[in-house]
């Protein structure tokens, strides 16, 4: 009974003091929510998708008529999926893709030097007659060679690139092709990647969310405003001319953002499909979440702050939309993300005795955000009802996203500015990395 006096009590005083503060007050201690989370990533995106959403409507003729042409033409397509020891996926890959409507498809598994059961996996199926060819590198090159690999034996007038954990929806193949028959500048074609195992622990929920979020959501977006700057690596199309024009996949981590920019420095446009559904297994514990996302993060300093940074200026690679794109980037996800350090302290130093009062109702809103975010996912999903149960994880947002995650970049962020760790990284052969780095890549 004390304790629930205790907590009314704190909810009284709680009600009372932001009551008696004042809406001036309220600004200057919650600027950079109001400023730039709010504005960003609510009302903005919120904008731009009803903009999606009216242009759909006046596009559904284009897109019948852009599908009838596909279907006509009935070109040749290549799908590559390139790993190591991803025997236990590999089948049901190819299952996922036997199930396709789009059937002119040629379908070559790339084995980067696996120890597992994958050659013999792979070996059934090419008897099976279920894929059209299997290649393997004996030592190991990275993800990179082994798809510049696949798409040197490819024949395809397009390239489908999966990774080997993915599955699909029926018509996941028809959809991402479809937009290259709306536009003849549309180079490559991002999928709708979404987290296919969120119900195996509270990770998987919160990335699944995350994906909605940023993929979904964040991806369709950028393509509406054409500034998209990365097709996901788990599910893209690209024409295969235009991968011979940039040279294919250079060294990673980051190869499928770095690919995507390297489209567009040739002037082609980079596109998002969301009707193209993928879904891929993610980390299911935090502690292969942390090496995951510190190796996505390393090849954001690496790659955008690097090897790129040409963008940034008037040169002969100079796009506004991709100016705009990078900048954009930079300032929300690197910036800002050291943004938060400065505005831990203004609070600790400024409101020091009223931080109690404060960090409630900063959690609050930042949940409030989640759930706005949220309605506009369920709007435009085509899996409302599977996508609604992930509504109560919506209260670990603001821990998930605002602590762990920020945490996890800024860390990583400050290992690849100082010590260039992507190099170092065991998820591309020390060998490969080293002639990388050498090569300034």
Known sequence: MDNILEFFEHTKNFIFFWKTAGMLKIFRIFWFFFVFEMVRYVLFDLFVICIYKVKSVFLRKKYQTARQMLLKQNPLVSVIAPGKNEGKHISALVNSLAEQTYKNLEIIIIDDGSDDDTPQICRALLRERKITKYLRNDIRGGKASAANFGFQQAKGSFIVHVDADCSFDRDAIENILIPFFLDSRIGVVSGNVKVRNPTESVCSALQAIEYLKTVTVG????????????????????????????GGWDIGPGLDGDISVKVRKVNFAVYMEPKAVCYTSAPEDFKSLIKQRLRWSRSFVR??????????FP??????????????????????????????????IHF???????????????????VVQFIVIIWISERKKDELKLAP???L????????????????YIQELLFKTSYKDPWNPRKVSKKAEELGI
Do not use: C, Q
Not at 224 to 242: E, M, P, Q, Y
Not at 398 to 411: K, S
């Open 219 to 246: 991806r369709l977006v950028s393509s509406t405003l054409k500034t998209l700057r990365i097709v996901s690596g788990a599910f893209g199309a690209f024409r295969a001319d235009v991968i011979n024009r940039v």
């Open 303 to 312: 790659f955008r702050l690097r090897k790129h940074k040409d963008v940034f």
């Open 397 to 412: 947002m603001p821990l998930y996203v605002g602590i762990y995650m920020r945490a996890v970049r800024t860390y990583a």
């Open 393 to 395: 994880y919506l209260l």
């Open 315 to 348: 040169t002969a690679n100079f796009r506004f939309s991709t100016f705009f794109s990078f900048m954009e980037n930079f300032v929300y996800n690197f910036l800002l993300d050291f943004k938060w350090i400065v505005y831990f302290i203004d609070i600790m």
């Open 352 to 370: 020091p005795t009223t931080a109690k009062y404060i960090f409630p109702l900063n959690y609050f809103l930042y949940t409030m955000s989640n």
